[in-house]
């Protein structure tokens, strides 16, 4: 079964910047909830940002509007998750993943997600 493929994860500095892109198989791009998750270490795996492909509504977790964005490139199957004003509490493993046709975004609990990528680590030093 091909997988969702992460990338753009690193190391910088609080203040910085990342973008993540996240490659989903063709026949799991459309019609469905792609989101970004984040787990760090001690901590459950929480949805930061999502978005129903094809829609211009995304969905975000409270504490990151305002720095995180999510986008979509159609054309290529790819989501992004552009990250500004970075804080080490930021720092984490990012997921994406994307739901079952047909399913929203909301709540975005990991459970309803079924197709999963390996990740990317994020590190912001203070």
């Known amino acids: 079964q091909v997988q969702m493929v992460e990338s753009g994860g690193g190391q910088v500095q609080a203040g910085g910047s990342l973008r993540l892109s996240c490659e989903a198989p063709?026949?799991?791009?459309?019609?469905?909830?792609i989101s970004w998750f984040r787990e760090a270490p001690g901590k459950e795996r929480e949805g930061v940002a999502g978005i129903y492909t094809g829609t211009v509504s995304p969905y975000y977790l409270d504490s990151v509007k305002g720095r995180l964005t999510i986008s979509q490139d159609n054309a290529t199957s790819t989501v992004f998750l552009q990250m500004n004003s970075l804080k080490p509490e930021d720092t984490a493993w990012y997921f994406c993943?994307?739901?079952?046709?047909?399913?929203?975004?909301?709540?975005?609990?990991?459970?309803?997600?079924?197709?999963w990528g390996k990740g990317t680590q994020v590190t912001v030093a203070s």
């Open positions: 993943g994307a739901t079952v046709e047909f399913q929203g975004c909301a709540p975005m609990r990991p459970a309803r997600y079924s197709r």
């Open positions: 063709r026949d799991n791009y459309s019609n469905r909830c």
